[in-house]
C-alpha cells in the first residue's frame, strides 16, 4: 500500500527536478557567447522504486525523479585534434605573416629596392666607359656605388631587426606559456578537491580546455587526463608542462647572434638544465623563421657584399687610375693605406680580396673613402690595364659587365652566379617561400575550421534547442504543480469525508 | 550535424574576411596596375620582371652610348671632310706650280700651303665636349701642336703600336653586350690612322711630314736647292695621292662604323618597345579582367551581406 502523502513527495521531486533543469537551460543560454563554454544538460533519473503489496502480490511503484548528474556535451578526442591542428594553423600563419614582411625587403617590382640600385650602379659604370675622364661620371659611379652599398645594408638592417622582433615575440609568448601553464595547474587542483564527492566541475573543466586552446597557438601539447581529473600536458621533447598541480616554469635567456647580431632566445627549463625545443605553434615558427628563414637572407645579402668586396676589388685593381697608375680597391679600404699595413707588400690581410672571412661582409662594406678626398674621383679605375690615355674606359665596361654576365669561373661569394642572377635567384626564393606559406595557411585554416566547427557541433549552445527545451520544462514544472494541486484536493476529499 | 547559432555567425564572419580580402586584393592590383606587387604574388614573374627592368636599363644604357658614340663619329666625319677637302686644295695648288711659273708665284704657293697645313692642324685638333677626337686615349691634351717657328707639327696623343701597346689609340664605347672587343667597339680614329705614321724619334705624323716636304721643295726649286726640279714636284703629287687615300681610307672605316651604330641604335629602340610589351605581358594585369573580378567580388560581398542579415537575428525567441 503507498503511503499517503507519497504523491506529495513524488510532485515535490518532479517540481525541483524540473526547476533544476530550467536553471542550466538558462546557464546555458547566458553562456551562449562564452568562449570555452560546453553546454550542459541535466541528466534525470527516477527514483527507487517501492515495494508495495497488492491484492495480486507485490508491485513496485515509482516514486518520482531526481538529478543523477550534471554533464557537460564534450568530445575529448576532437579537442585533442583542435589543439593539434592549431598548432599547425599558427606555426603556418606565423610563417606566412613574417615571410610577407621579409618579403618587402626584397620587393623590387615598384623599382627602388636592390635590383634598382644595381641597375643604377651598372648605368652609371657604362656611362663612364664612354666618358671616363669626366668628373660628372666619375661622380655618378661613386654615388651609385654608396647607393647601392646603403641599399644592401638597410635590407640586412630590416632583416636584423625582424629577427630580434622575432626573440621579442618569443620571450612574450614563454611569459604567456608560464602564465597558461600555471592557471590550468591551479584549475587542476580546484577540479580534483571538487570531483573527489563525484561530481563533474563542468565550468572549472571548460576554463581549463579553453586554456589549453590559447596553449595550443603557440606550441604543440600533448594532453592526458588522470584518473583524479587532472591533466597532464606534455611538449615536445618530452618535457611536461603541467603535471597534476604542478607547473614547469620555462625560462628565456637572450643572447646575441654571431655575426649579424641581432637578438636571440634560448629557452630552458629546470633551472636552465634542459633545454627546450618546440614544435609546431608559433613559438617554433618564429624560432625557424630567425635562425633559419632570415639568417639565410642575411647571409645571402652578406653573399653579395663579399663579392662586392672581393671579385669586383679585384677586377678594380686590374685596371688602372686616371692618372694611369695602378688601381687599389673600390670598395672597404685602400690597401695602401689602411691603418694597418702590416702585410701590404706581401698582398696579405688587409687587402679585402685576399682577406679571410671576416665576421660579416655585409658590416665592413663601404665604398672606399679615398674617394671622396680631394682627386680622389680620379682613383676609380676606369682605365684598362693596357690603357694609354685618359679616354681609355675598358675596364669600367668590365666591371660593369661583372655586375651582369655571370662568372665562367665560380666565385667563393656567389659561384657561378652575377651579382644581378644571384639576387634575382633570393627573390625567387623568398616569393616560392611566401606564397607556399599563405597557401599551406589557407589550407591549415580550413582544415583547423572544420574541427572547430565539429567541436561546435557537440558542445556550442543553440537557442532554438535552449528555448524549445525551456517551454518543455516549463510545461512539466506546470503540470507537476497541476498534479500537486490536484492532490492536495484528493487529499482534502479524504479529510473532510464525515 | 548538430548546428549551432556560434556556427552560423563563425561561419558569416569567415566568409566575410575572405570575402574582404579578394577585394583588397583585386583593389591592390588595380591601384597598382599590376598583378604582381610582391614576389609571392607570383615568384617566376617576379623574377622575370628583374630580368626585364634589368633588359630595360641596359637598353636605356647602349641607346645613350650609341647616340655618344655617333655624335663622336659624326664629329670626326665632317672634320675628315674638311681634312680631304683641304688635301685636295693643296694638291691643286702644288699642281699649279709644275708648269714654268714667276718665283714670286712659288712663294705664294708654299704660303698657302703653309696656310693650309694649319687648318689641318685645326681639323686634327676637333673635340667633342672637351674631349679631342683625333687624340688616341690622351683625349684631354691637344693631340698637334705647330712649332711657330720651325712650322713642324708634332703627335702628343696616343696611337696603336705606341711603346709595343697594340691597342694605344683605341676608344671604345659599347653598344652590345659582350665582353669588349677593340676591333667591334671601336669608335675613333688616332693621330696616326688619320695623318699617317708617327715618326718614334721626332713625334711628326707621315702626311705632315710630307707636306713640310712639299712646302719646302716650293721654296727649294727657286734656287734649285737640294736638287729639287719639277719632276720632286710631279712625285710629291704622287705622294699627296697616297696621302689623300689614306686619309679618305680612314675616314671611310669610320663611315661604315658609324652606319653599323646607326643600325643598332635603331634596333635598340624597337628592342625598348618590345622589352616594355614583354614586361607588360609578364605581369599580365588587365583592368577590364580585374574590373569583371572586383563586380564579381562585389556581388559575393553583397549576398554574403544580405543572407547573414537575414539568417543570424532569426530564433525561436521571435515567435514564442
Redesign the interface.
Known amino acids: 500500500m503507498a503511503s499517503t502523502f507519497g504523491g506529495l513527495n513524488i510532485m515535490t521531486l518532479g517540481m525541483s527536478a524540473q526547476q533544476l533543469s530550467q536553471n542550466t537551460t538558462g546557464h546555458n543560454v547566458s553562456n551562449?557567447?562564452t568562449a570555452g563554454y560546453s553546454r550542459q544538460t541535466v541528466n534525470l533519473v527516477t527514483t527507487t522504486p517501492q515495494q508495495i503489496y497488492t491484492a495480486n502480490g507485490m508491485s513496485m511503484a515509482g516514486t518520482g525523479v531526481t538529478t543523477a548528474s550534471i554533464t557537460r556535451a564534450r568530445d575529448f578526442l576532437v579537442d585533442t585534434q583542435y589543439w593539434q591542428k592549431n598548432a599547425t594553423k599558427n606555426y603556418w600563419s606565423t610563417q606566412s605573416d613574417v615571410?610577407?614582411k621579409v618579403?618587402?625587403v626584397?620587393?623590387?617590382?615598384?623599382?627602388t629596392g636592390i635590383?634598382?640600385a644595381m641597375?643604377?650602379f651598372?648605368?652609371a659604370l657604362?656611362?663612364l666607359?664612354?666618358?671616363p675622364?669626366e668628373t660628372s661620371t666619375r661622380t655618378a659611379a661613386r654615388e651609385a656605388a654608396s647607393a647601392l652599398v646603403e641599399t644592401l645594408k638597410t635590407s640586412g638592417d630590416d632583416l636584423i631587426s625582424q629577427a630580434s622582433d622575432a626573440s621579442t615575440r618569443i620571450d612574450t609568448q614563454i611569459t604567456q606559456v608560464n602564465s597558461y601553464s600555471k592557471q590550468i595547474a591551479a584549475l587542476n587542483k580546484q577540479i580534483v578537491s571538487q570531483e573527489a564527492t563525484g561530481a563533474t566541475a563542468n565550468d572549472l573543466r571548460d576554463q581549463r580546455d579553453k586554456l589549453v586552446d590559447e596553449l595550443s597557438a603557440l606550441t604543440q601539447v600533448n594532453v592526458s587526463e588522470e584518473k583524479s581529473g587532472a591533466y597532464t600536458v606534455i611538449i615536445a621533447g618530452g618535457i611536461s608542462l603541467v603535471q597534476g598541480e604542478h607547473a614547469t616554469e620555462l625560462t628565456v635567456k637572450h643572447e646575441r647572434n654571431t655575426p649579424y647580431g641581432y637578438d636571440t632566445t634560448k629557452v630552458t627549463a629546470l633551472n636552465g638544465t634542459i633545454n627546450v625545443n618546440f614544435k609546431d605553434g608559433s613559438i617554433a615558427s618564429l624560432t625557424t623563421l630567425r635562425d633559419t628563414t632570415i639568417n639565410g637572407y642575411l647571409a645571402d645579402l652578406d653573399a653579395m657584399a663579399q663579392s662586392l668586396m672581393q671579385d669586383f676589388n679585384t677586377l678594380h685593381k686590374q685596371g688602372q687610375t686616371n692618372d694611369l697608375t695602378a688601381a687599389d680597391n673600390f670598395f672597404g679600404e685602400s690597401f695602401g693605406t689602411a691603418s694597418t699595413v702590416d702585410d701590404y707588400a706581401t698582398g696579405g690581410a688587409n687587402d679585402p680580396t685576399v682577406q679571410a672571412s671576416p665576421a660579416s661582409w655585409l658590416s665592413i662594406l663601404k665604398v672606399n673613402e679615398d674617394f671622396y678626398a680631394t682627386d680622389g674621383l680620379n682613383l676609380i679605375a676606369a682605365?684598362g690595364a693596357?690603357?694609354?690615355?685618359?679616354?681609355?674606359?675598358?675596364n669600367a665596361?668590365?666591371l660593369k659587365?661583372w655586375l651582369?654576365?655571370d662568372p665562367s669561373t665560380a666565385s667563393a661569394s656567389l659561384g657561378k652566379n652575377s651579382l644581378?642572377s644571384y639576387?634575382?635567384?633570393i627573390?625567387?626564393t623568398?616569393?616560392?617561400?611566401?606564397?607556399q606559406a599563405?597557401n599551406v595557411t589557407t589550407n591549415q585554416t580550413v582544415i583547423f575550421?572544420s574541427v572547430?566547427?565539429?567541436r561546435?557541433?557537440?558542445s556550442?549552445?543553440?537557442?532554438?534547442?535552449e528555448?524549445?527545451n525551456m517551454?518543455k520544462f516549463q510545461q512539466a514544472y506546470g503540470a507537476c504543480a497541476k498534479m500537486l494541486a490536484t492532490m492536495d484536493s484528493m487529499l482534502d476529499s479524504l479529510i473532510n469525508i464525515r | 550535424m548538430r548546428v549551432t547559432n556560434n556556427m552560423l555567425s563563425n561561419q558569416f564572419l569567415s566568409g566575410y574576411q575572405t570575402s574582404l580580402t579578394r577585394m583588397t586584393d583585386i583593389q591592390e592590383k588595380v591601384a597598382a596596375s599590376k598583378n604582381i606587387n610582391r614576389p609571392s604574388d607570383n615568384p617566376v614573374g617576379a623574377a622575370r620582371n628583374l630580368q626585364f627592368t634589368a633588359a630595360s636599363s641596359t637598353n636605356s644604357l647602349f641607346t645613350q652610348n650609341a647616340n655618344d658614340a655617333i655624335s663622336w663619329m659624326k664629329t670626326s666625319d665632317s672634320n675628315l671632310q674638311t681634312i680631304v677637302t683641304n688635301m685636295t686644295n693643296i694638291r691643286t695648288a702644288v699642281s699649279s706650280a709644275i708648269s714654268a711659273n714667276p718665283t714670286t708665284s712659288y712663294d705664294a704657293i708654299a704660303k698657302q700651303v703653309d696656310e693650309m697645313i694649319n687648318t689641318l692642324v685645326q681639323c686634327g685638333n676637333a673635340k667633342v665636349g672637351d674631349r679631342y677626337v683625333f687624340g688616341g686615349q690622351n683625349d684631354s691634351a691637344e693631340p698637334f701642336t705647330r712649332d711657330e717657328t720651325t712650322g713642324v707639327v708634332t703627335y702628343n696623343g696616343t696611337y696603336n703600336g705606341q711603346s709595343g701597346e697594340a691597342t694605344a689609340g683605341i676608344i671604345t664605347i659599347q653598344v652590345v653586350p659582350g665582353d669588349i672587343s677593340t676591333s667591334r667597339d671601336k669608335i675613333n680614329l688616332d693621330g696616326s690612322e688619320v695623318f699617317g705614321a708617327i715618326d718614334t724619334a721626332t713625334g711628326v705624323p707621315k702626311i705632315f711630314q710630307d707636306l713640310l716636304d712639299i712646302k719646302q721643295h716650293l721654296v727649294d726649286i727657286q734656287t734649285g736647292a737640294n736638287g729639287v726640279t719639277a719632276d720632286t714636284l710631279t712625285n710629291d703629287l704622287g705622294t699627296m695621292d697616297t696621302d689623300s687615300d689614306y686619309i679618305i681610307s680612314g675616314q671611310t672605316t669610320l663611315g661604315a662604323k658609324q652606319k653599323s651604330y646607326e643600325t643598332i641604335k635603331t634596333r635598340l629602340e624597337s628592342d625598348a618597345l618590345i622589352i616594355a610589351d614583354d614586361a607588360t605581358n609578364n605581369d599580365g594585369f588587365d583592368v577590364g579582367k580585374a574590373s569583371i573580378e572586383m563586380q564579381l567580388a562585389e556581388n559575393a560581398y553583397n549576398t554574403l551581406l544580405a543572407v547573414g542579415a537575414n539568417v543570424l537575428p532569426k530564433s525561436l525567441v521571435d515567435y514564442l
Request: net charge negative; charged share 15%; glycine share 8%.
Open positions: 551562449a557567447s615571410l610577407a618579403e618587402t626584397f620587393n623590387d617590382t615598384t623599382n635590383q634598382n641597375e643604377l651598372q648605368t657604362g656611362t666607359a664612354g666618358n675622364n682605365a693596357s690603357a694609354a690615355g685618359t679616354a681609355d674606359g675598358t665596361t668590365v659587365n651582369v654576365d644581378s639576387y634575382s635567384s627573390v625567387s623568398i616569393g616560392v617561400q611566401s606564397q599563405q575550421d572547430a566547427t565539429t561546435e557541433s557537440v556550442g549552445v543553440s537557442m532554438d534547442e528555448l524549445s517551454i
